[in-house]
T-cell receptor
Framework: RKEVEQDPGPFNVPEGATVAFNCTYS??????FFWYRQDCRKEPKLLMS???SGNEDGRFTAQLNRASQYISLLIRDSKLSDSATYLC????????FGQGTTLQVKP | NAGVMQNPRHLVRRRGQEARLRCSPMKGHSHVYWYRQLPEEGLKFMVYLQKENIIDESGMPKERFSAEFPKEGPSILRIQQVVRGDSAAYFC????????????FGQGTRLTVV
């Protein structure tokens, strides 16, 4: 079983839709979590950290559920520019990336 | 404050040559990670280093690959006797101390083996 697992998608949604991604992790010792965004052939960029209490940044909300060992990312009012691959990351002392979930926002 | 700097951005090597990839972390960062990404695939962890120490190299191939992060200068990922299968994007990330610290990536080095 992979340490960090994501549904690769793709998720195809219309502009303005709300979309949610989930990510599960297997190592309960994971200490912190992040969401990164990667555009085609570019480097991953930090989107937000994930806290147990939840974390909101504009249209983006991240949540951590330690009991169920999953992390979620909610994107509201999606824009064309949100089209990218979203990477879930767990920190067990080293950063472990999920394979990414591809989002395609259509006009 | 410059971000993570990787060079070269593109590197072409013939089979059997050596490839040296360099990564200068963000100012104040003492942790460096190297990842490899094949086309249409996810990021694969290779190695995690602190200054002068390899902390975790569980993702490094057993042969031909080595990494260092000297006291002075950039981190180096070295691939000896490259083969076509080594063609990939190699990303470096750096972070400060502490397990909750975010990591920031360089723009990557795209290695092509011909």
């Amino acid at each position: 079983r992979k340490e960090v697992e994501q549904d690769p998608g793709p998720f195809n949604v219309p502009e303005g839709a709300t979309v949610a991604f989930n990510c599960t992790y297997s190592n309960s010792a994971s200490q912190s979590f992040f969401w990164y965004r990667q555009d085609c052939r570019k480097e991953p960029k930090l989107l937000m950290s994930v806290y147990s209490s939840g974390n909101e940044d504009g249209r983006f909300t991240a949540q951590l559920n330690r009991a169920s060992q999953y992390i979620s990312l909610l994107i509201r009012d999606s824009k064309l520019s949100d089209s990218a691959t979203y990477l879930c990351v767990g920190n067990t002392g080293k950063l472990i990336f999920g394979q990414g979930t591809t989002l395609q926002v259509k006009p | 404050n410059a971000g993570v700097m990787q060079n070269p951005r593109h590197l072409v090597r013939r089979r059997g040559q050596e490839a040296r990839l360099r990564c200068s972390p963000m100012k104040g960062h003492s942790h460096v990670y190297w990842y490899r990404q094949l086309p249409e695939e996810g990021l694969k962890f290779m190695v995690y280093l602190q200054k002068e120490n390899i902390i975790d190299e569980s993702g490094m191939p057993k042969e031909r690959f080595s990494a260092e992060f000297p006291k002075e200068g950039p981190s180096i990922l070295r691939i000896q006797q490259v083969v076509r299968g080594d063609s990939a994007a190699y990303f470096c990330a750096s972070s400060g101390t502490g397990s909750g610290t975010e990591a920031f990536f360089g723009q990557g080095t795209r290695l092509t083996v011909v």
